[in-house]
């Protein structure tokens, strides 16, 4: 089938190589010209411009959308509206809120499917764990580039109507973020503990054959490998934490307790402090001063 | 190689099955005559005591035992005791703490290998993970056998001297509560939340290509396949804790925050509680009255 | 000076009395009548309708909103509206959101004070602490009353600008969260712990000298006199989370982690879980099945 | 009454110098000789050794330690052994854990008396909260003793058998841990939000009268108000934690949860991290540049 991609950064251009890997015909298009050709030169027909890519399709279109999340979906939304009608079908295949998701899908002309996407860049060989929401005829229709762009046909699955495909992301991202503090605390006591041990060696044997398996370990094995067992210049500050907050806010809605889900998201927070410090260890360390003149620790 | 099984339950038992698809010859006992006699139908040489087991092995005894943590240990090294010298070598399968273990290594007069197994009865026939300590030249020695109960020679590792097998095992198990609490909190979200989901269909669709794959998860997806997506009558009741709360009580020694683990070991203390529910919670209730006259909830 | 008070519930009418007290003129208003006519027996002068409170007041009104959060502040503000201008005061001492406080500020043709009100119905006789936002010079204009209200002027003070008092009453009501929940895990281990004690004598021997004696363990003290220790037939149910909830929303805006207050509202949400129980622990149990055929407790 | 006090810190003189105002006999002894003539020029009888004070004691001895727990607590009662028969009473002020109290009550030839001693240094005007275990004939013997050494008959009383004294207070502690890190929470919020405030007029506001009110709020009054509302040079490092880890432990055993409890105390550990900063986050950093190709963050 034939297929437009707008938005050619790492996930976009994976998800033209793969739909191309596949025999589907490819229409690309990015904001950015080189990245555009780079596109065409892997077999990709070129647009110049979202208009132009829309014309390319002709009736029936399908379009990917792999744009930064936010305004950049809407401002690309806006500028396919004149050319979509009920029998096109656009996919946000970006890290949206399902909030965003669920208004799009109201005023969009086309069937519209969002795409909650899994894997990132390093699955680039694999195939995406793809959860879609969103109407069911439409996720039929784009099926063939669903089982390209996924592991196959078991990597991807219709969630339900619209929202829920970004929504089982968002979930999907929060529990991510507890797992990578899981392993982190595990490592962290065997780092500190009281042997002399080789992480890699110690994720090598988990990674064959142990309960907590799984490919966050093998990445952490990885990690050893490459930055050394005691993870060389690697530094204690892990950005991000938007699709992690989502989740926390979403539960806060729903009265769910996700106390290791908020607790890794606290770690990301504490580990962007200022310069100064957490102002709650601050006060502590004056208030052992207040009721027992401990001394002190001044900067 | 000739290795002796003590103990034949259901891990005891793979380590015999596993050694005799492996070639090699094993000789079996267990308190339990069936036990032993089972053993003998599969192709192991029957002992009917600890001290003819021992008799059989001849010189530089393998001995595996894979009886109960604790005490069982303690009586079957004792009833060895008279057979061993330091030629021999004895593993201890089980989940023994890794103080238990670092005290029999010094009294045992075999060579002691502490061996941390992961992957339970249901990894029977792709085999273990086994985290070994104690001396090198013994591991070396037993390398055949750990080849052929572990999933093959990247399915173990000598984590370092004695002790260290346990040890990272009782790490490996802190971690394990953590991610199953992990993956507890996304699904509870998901079954609470704003639509209405397959969580068989979501934890299959994360299994093929998100990052949060793991066999945890393949495990999630089985218990929503055989369970129904609601879990059934599955009772909200978790049992075990004694290896997450050694994983603590050495994190508070090495001053090691493990909040996740932490917190996964508590929701088990908290799904025991009795009859009347948490105590804390039910100041808190009272306390809401005492301050803002809001009703008191009775039982 | 002259005071209206609309809404005339427990917390309404002790702004009433207490005004009435330090020798104050009231004007009061509820939609129940019968509130209005207990308020007039108290000394106040009793209206029939906003606008009949409005039109008693005559020029520099200075109106006391007692209403509930939410709706009702809406409703009874435009209802004022066509009364007011700028020479007005309206202060709503309820437990408004402070992003409302700011939205009403900016739109209401008075004077607008966002007042956090703390102590509860407990607190008649001694007075409130009242944290104010708003323009200082309605501050100052309002002093003489809540100087009544409060206890004394030290019980209140401006925050700053319009919200910062609800805002600062938010936080207040996170942090008491937290600290009725690490009483209750206190007072928790003791009811369980190895001794046989008197939670009342535990309490009172603590309030009197003790680093963490507080008014909240004074009703700690309380509670266990008057329910006895092991606390009778209090449920473990807790009601009540908006006010944290909003706590946790904001830090999680303003990426401060809140782990403690975040943990004591999820207790409460824990408290509420359905006949089925949490579905977290319910999957965590079958798990255990999963990889180490552990039985499955079931209902 | 005649009373012996062994240990003349900031806490023993507290004790030589409320009980010498209540009109009590005192004998004193410390290791260091300065200390001990500051308390005979204080009112008290010096003595030159352990021996000596028991000496001058004569029969019936009533002796308070006040030594740092541990193994000074044991070399004193070895030492004072000898002296020391069934009709005397020893108390110990410290923060022994309870299981050495337990231990100590069994082989002291005295009656034992564990006493728990909150309000610190800062406490002494005010007088101390103490909390007793041990034989109630010995509770009743030292009550005159106890009352001047409390705030009085209200600030003492005895929680049960032996080690019960020391039992409460180390949850007393686990407690304080909690409600510092709580106000520490809700004051970081503050200090990062979105209004300007005066953390001090915060504090002084909700001491007047605030469901919050307690001394450790007054604490933060007093510390932002010598230390400035960002708190200055105060260092982002809380020491402390052996208490806290008592708790823990002993929950752990009781299979209690305390996640509040638990949070305080690692926050500690985690405010303790050498110069690379916290395993845990350096591998979090790491393994979003592993599934994701995000930036690692280097120092």
């Known amino acids: 089938m034939q297929l437009g991609v707008i938005g050619l950064g790492r996930m976009g251009r994976i998800v033209v190589d793969r739909s191309l890997d596949a025999g589907h015909d490819v229409v690309a298009f990015d904001l950015d010209a080189e990245a555009t050709a780079a596109a065409a030169e892997a077999g990709a027909i070129p647009a110049d411009s979202v208009a132009d890519l829309a014309d ?4 029936g279109k399908r379009i990917w959308l792999m ?3 936010g305004d950049a979906v809407d401002a690309t939304l806006e500028e396919l509206d004149p050319h979509l009608d ?7 295949g970006g890290n949206s809120h399902f909030g965003d998701s669920t208004r799009r899908a109201d005023s969009c002309p086309a069937a519209y499917l969002d795409c909650g996407t899994s894997g990132g860049p390093a699955s680039a060989e694999a195939g995406f764990s793809l959860m879609v929401g969103g109407p069911e005829w439409a996720y039929e229709e784009l099926t063939p580039v669903f089982d390209a762009v996924a592991t196959g046909p078991a990597g991807h699955d219709r969630m339900g109507p619209a929202g829920s495909g970004h929504y089982v992301k968002m979930v999907h991202n929060g529990v991510e973020y507890a797992l990578m503090q899981a392993y982190g605390e595990g490592f962290e006591l065997l780092h500190e503990g ?3 041990l080789d992480l890699e060696a ?7 054959g142990a309960v907590i398996r799984s490919w966050l370990l093998e990445l ?11 993870l060389g210049d690697v530094a204690d500050r892990v950005e991000g ?23 890794a998201l606290s770690e990301r927070f504490g580990s962007r402090a200022g310069e100064d410090g957490r102002f709650s260890r601050r006060l502590a360390n004056r208030l052992r001063y207040g009721f027992g003149r401990h001394e002190v620790q001044r900067e």
Chains 1, 2, 3, 4 share one sequence.
Request: glycine residues 10%; contains cysteine.
């Open 86 to 92: 009920g029998g096109d079908v656009v996919v946000d």
């Open 241 to 263: 934490g938007s699709t992690g907050t989502w989740t926390v806010q979403e539960a806060l809605e729903q009265e769910v307790p996700l106390p290791l889900v908020y607790t």
């Open 220 to 230: 952490c094995e990885e990690a050893f490998r490459e930055e050394g067992a005691d």
């Open 67 to 69: 744009v930064p999340a």
């Open 194 to 196: 009281r042997y002399d």
């Open 202 to 208: 110690v994720a090598r044997t988990w990674n064959n």
């Open 56 to 59: 390319r399709l002709g009736e």
